[in-house]
């Protein structure tokens, strides 16, 4: 099946997705249930900063799989690598299929603005690729998954290499942006906006496209990349679809997923049952990833 019969087929078996699972209360920590045999170590620091610390999580059995690395939202002000909506479900999913799964916390506002918070996220990047053997992990194979203004970060990142490369980080094997609306922030603080934008992005024009993936994108992604989007939004999808354009007339590919749940869901729900997580899986199933 082509990109474009993908897309089509998915439309309507999305709509109404994940409506029998229960959702995580927002701002909800706190210990699960793993998968059989798994383990967590919890508060590994990657940085000098209390806040530079990643939750590992592991299968019972791993020799070189595959790394998922998750970075939670909230606006670039809070937020919390145990936040259940952020990882339960993704440990649960992949965590049982045999993959590590590092779940990162960073700096946030106002310690430290955007692009510092991104500058973390690539020296996390970079520490669990360094570390991933030892924990049974194959750092080349690594996932990079953010969602909201974790997803911004992320997308900071795999937009322009050169905030990896300061720190060191090699190859990873696939992007998924989850719901992020600020792929260029430009248009976004040109009109009427969230207040939270102003915190995080200032009243500097040249701040905002320094701080856009859309504007550091100037070659093809180094990696396969998913976009999510929730379609019951009005500013996420096109967004994305602006920046997959970017990217395919610089000869990339950005695949964007279109998806009629709310964008807190999108966050709860990737790795619950449901057609939303087989397509995730079916991106990564096309790169060999379980």
């Known amino acids: ?4 019969a993908w897309l089509a087929a998915l439309a309507g078996r999305l709509q109404g997705d994940g409506a029998s699972i229960p959702r995580h209360p927002i701002g909800a920590c706190g210990a699960f249930e793993l998968p059989p045999g798994a383990r967590v170590e919890r508060d590994i620091a990657y940085g000098t900063d209390p806040a530079q610390a ?4 592991r299968p019972a059995q791993a020799d070189g799989a595959p790394l998922m690395l998750v970075v939670h939202g909230g606006a670039w002000s809070r937020g919390d ?28 506002l106002p310690q430290a603005h955007p692009l510092e ?41 795999a937009a322009d290499p050169r905030i990896g490369a300061r720190f060191g980080v090699g190859p990873w094997r696939a992007t998924i942006s989850v719901d992020s609306a600020a792929f260029d922030l430009v ?7 969230f207040g939270f934008y102003d915190q995080a992005f200032g009243a500097d024009p040249a701040y905002w496209r320094d701080a856009s993936p859309f504007h ?6 180094s990696a396969p990349w998913l976009a999510v ?25 950005v695949s964007v997923l279109e998806v009629a749940l709310s964008h807190a869901d999108l966050n709860d729900l990737l790795g619950a049952p449901g057609a939303y997580t087989d397509e995730v899986d079916a991106f990564l199933r096309a790169l060999n990833l379980p």
């Open 1 to 4: 099946m082509n990109k474009a």
């Open 54 to 57: 990643i939750d590992v999580y």
């Open 81 to 108: 690598k145990g936040l259940l909506r952020s990882v339960r479900n993704k440990v649960m999913h992949w965590v049982g299929r045999g993959c590590v799964l590092a779940s990162v916390n960073y700096r946030m």
């Open 117 to 157: 918070q991104a500058d973390d996220v690539a020296l996390a990047l970079a520490f669990v690729q360094q570390h991933a053997r030892a924990w049974g992990a194959d750092g080349t194979q690594a996932v990079l998954i953010g969602h909201s203004a974790g997803a911004h970060l992320v997308s900071l990142i």
């Open 187 to 193: 248009p976004i603080m040109s009109g009427r906006h």
């Open 216 to 221: 550091r994108l100037i070659a093809p992604p």
């Open 229 to 253: 989007c929730s379609s019951l939004r009005g500013d996420s999808c096109p967004q994305a679809h602006a920046f997959a354009a970017k990217a395919a007339s610089l000869g990339g590919q």
